[in-house]
């Protein structure tokens, strides 16, 4: 079985620019997490996908994050326009349902603004 | 709301030595428990998760934990530490039968492994 994908790996790019990160969670996993991990730290959530529907998104600035799942498979996180203080890696998680399941991680995105 | 505190961002001991990472937890609710350990450029992977069922979990590669409600803590321990046991370890909480609840992490703990 695969499993969480999760593209790029790595990106670097200038502040104020835009930047998308790509989750492509386990087959037949119908909830799906976007994680920050600051350096140092454990992962916060972001936001939280039941199907296509964001049933969380309390943690999620608004005012230059956004993401979407469409069809309830995979789903983009962007950022526009980056600030330095996004440097962090972002994780993609995915669970059958609901939260207290166990998630499954991907390998993250580790995006550094300079 | 819960919480998370793990005591030393920072564990070493020898091969084949006892692992011993703490993890307190705070919670207004019943609690159910995990640890999660996250290898170099690599995702975290579930070591083991507390559910309300036996107070004593035994999870992957020799881990185990115990959920001791009069002390509020979930430590995690091994009996003897390889040198692949190297990592970032870490605990997290959310509210057991909520639906509705995220799961919280810990700062992590990173475990040292001397030969």
């Known amino acids: 079985e695969a499993g969480v994908v999760q593209?790029?790996?790595?990106?670097?790019?200038?502040?104020?620019?835009?930047?998308?990160?790509?989750?492509?969670p386990?087959?037949?996993?119908?909830?799906?997490?976007?994680?920050?991990?600051?350096?140092?730290?454990?992962?916060e959530l972001l936001i939280r996908y039941e199907n296509e529907e964001a049933v969380d998104d309390s943690q999620l600035p608004k005012d230059r994050f956004s993401a979407e799942r469409l069809?309830?498979?995979?789903?983009t996180l962007k950022i526009q326009p980056a600030e330095l203080g996004d440097s962090a890696v972002y994780l993609c998680a995915s669970s059958k349902t609901r939260n207290t399941d166990t998630q499954y991680f991907g390998p993250g995105t580790r995006l550094?603004?300079? | 709301a819960q919480s998370v505190?793990?005591?030393?961002?920072?564990?070493?001991?020898?091969?084949?030595a006892l692992v011993l990472l703490r993890c307190n937890y705070s919670s207004s609710v019943p609690p159910y428990l995990f640890w999660y350990v996250q290898y170099p450029n690599q995702g975290l992977q579930l070591l083991l998760k507390y559910t309300s069922a036996a107070t004593l979990v035994k999870?992957?590669?020799?881990?185990?934990?115990?959920?001791?409600?009069?002390?509020?803590?979930?430590?995690?321990?091994?009996p003897s530490a390889h040198m692949s046991d190297a990592a970032e370890y870490f605990c997290a909480v959310s509210a057991a039968y909520s639906s509705a609840s995220k799961i919280i992490f810990g700062s992590?703990?990173?475990?040292?492994?001397?030969?």
Not at chain 2, 59 to 76: D, P, V
Not at chain 2, 108 to 115: D, F, H, K, N, Q
């Open chain 2, 5 to 16: 505190t793990q005591l030393g961002s920072h564990v070493s001991v020898s091969e084949g």
């Open chain 1, 112 to 114: 550094t603004v300079l």
């Open chain 2, 59 to 78: 999870g992957i590669n020799g881990f185990e934990a115990e959920f001791k409600k009069s002390e509020t803590s979930f430590h995690l321990t091994k």
């Open chain 1, 26 to 43: 386990i087959s037949g996993h119908n909830t799906l997490y976007w994680y920050r991990q600051n350096l140092g730290q454990g992962p």
């Open chain 2, 108 to 115: 992590g703990t990173r475990l040292s492994i001397r030969p």
């Open chain 1, 71 to 75: 069809k309830g498979v995979d789903s």
């Open chain 1, 7 to 24: 593209s790029p790996r790595y990106k670097i790019i200038e502040k104020k620019q835009p930047v998308a990160f790509w989750c492509n």
